[in-house]
């Protein structure tokens, strides 16, 4: 297997796509995970040939037996990165290599096949440049994009499926909060976890979220935003949200905390705040870190300020945490200085406002 040019390139563009005015009409107002673009980017893996039968095609319906695996035994996994309008009206992408390797670490959890990672960016190309008039430009807006790769062997036996599909699509996204961040209200769970060790926690699958829906629904009836999970073992330690990690932050050290790496998802976000705190003179430890803990720290003020992390809402404090022994508040409910801090800088590189002196950005247009 090759990993020059993607395998049979196929360009087949939209008969009529969106006129401009539609589109732009469209982009800016979106609405989160509705409006698609209108091409998509597909290509076949069969066992024994390989990747094959690329194609940039129109979005629309896919045809699949009701017997495909993915129906029956959830063999799915994701990715979800955004491209964004520069401000010399170019298009840029935030660390997409970090999106590929982390396709293949969950493709390899899932038993499902290697993408090679110069085509999970070479798909993601191929697409903005049929699509790339639909990246808003408005202040903190993108376009979210969705490579995801399923099973669709016709099979009902349980073993790792012989065919698959790859697909990318994209979804204009609007700035998450419209007046800056809002502090989350977290529901922390003590009935329902979403990984155990040796799981599939770490995999960006679609089984996950399926698990986390209820616990998200108990969290929503009691009024929080967010659910937090603790580790399935003791219901004790921190894990992470249902789509963001966690930060502790201790201001006084100038040290941030982080449930480490296991059963939580290995977020790029989460990545790039080691270095960037880091470089702000605070030093990082991933630890366990207990429900305990974050209770007494955020009493006694030690803890100064908390914050999820994630692609979706970039960076978000956290105000309020809820649960069936009570609930408490961090930084008295309030974005703290450091968490807008951090929020900014991430925002200036992946917007191209700020040098780039990490080499994250990937510019393609
Ligand atoms: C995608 C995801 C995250 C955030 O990862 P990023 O790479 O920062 O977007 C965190 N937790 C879960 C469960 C996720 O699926």
């Not at 009701?66 to 035994?73: M, T």
């Not at 396709?103 to 697409?127: C, D, G, Q």
């Not at 903005?128 to 669709?152: I, N, Q």
């Not at 917007?351 to 393609?364: K, L, Q, V, Y």
Request: a negative charge; proline letters at 7%; aromatic letters at 10%.
């Amino acid at each position: 297997m090759t990993s020059e040019g993607l395998p049979d390139l196929r360009r087949e563009p939209h008969p009529n796509p969106t006129p401009t005015a539609e589109r732009e009409r469209l982009v800016a107002a979106p609405s989160f995970g509705t409006l698609f673009t209108d091409h998509m980017f597909t290509m076949s893996y069969t066992e024994g040939q390989g990747w094959h039968d690329a194609s940039i095609q129109p979005y629309g319906p896919i045809t699949m037996s009701p017997a495909a695996a993915v129906l029956h035994y959830a063999q799915e996994i994701f990715e979800g990165l955004k491209a964004y309008r520069y401000p010399d009206g170019g298009i840029g992408l935030f660390r997409p290599e970090a999106n590929a390797r982390r396709l293949n670490l969950s493709a390899e959890r899932m038993a499902m096949p290697k993408l090679p990672e110069p085509w999970f960016i070479e798909s993601i190309r191929e697409l903005l440049a049929v699509d790339g008039g639909w990246v808003p430009g408005e202040d903190e807006t993108s376009l979210y994009l969705r490579p995801f790769m399923f099973a669709s062997e016709q099979f009902l036996g349980v073993r790792p499926a012989k065919e698959y599909r790859y697909l990318v699509i994209a979804s204009p996204a609007g700035a998450y909060f419209k007046h800056g961040p809002k502090p989350l209200t977290l529901w922390v769970s003590d009935e329902y976890n979403r990984a155990g060790p040796g799981g599939t926690g770490a995999a960006k699958c679609g089984g996950n979220y399926a698990a986390s829906l209820l616990p998200q629904s108990e969290a929503m009836e009691n009024g929080c935003d967010q659910v937090v999970f603790l580790d399935a073992v003791n219901y004790e330690y921190v894990d992470e949200l249902g789509g963001m990690n966690l930060f502790f932050a201790y201001e006084n050290d100038q040290v941030l905390y982080t449930p480490k790496l296991g059963t939580i998802l290995p977020g790029i976000t989460r990545d790039a705040i080691f270095t960037l705190a880091t470089e702000a003179g605070w030093e990082v430890r991933e630890t366990d870190y207990s429900m305990t803990r974050w209770r007494e720290d955020a009493e006694s003020g030690a803890l100064t300020e908390a914050f999820a992390c994630g692609t979706a809402a970039v960076i978000t404090p956290v105000g309020t945490v809820k649960g069936r022994s009570g609930e408490f508040q961090v930084n008295g409910g309030e974005a703290g200085k450091f968490t807008m801090q951090l929020r900014q800088t991430i925002l200036d590189i992946q917007h191209g406002r700020a040098e780039d002196t990490h080499n994250w950005t990937m510019r393609i247009a």
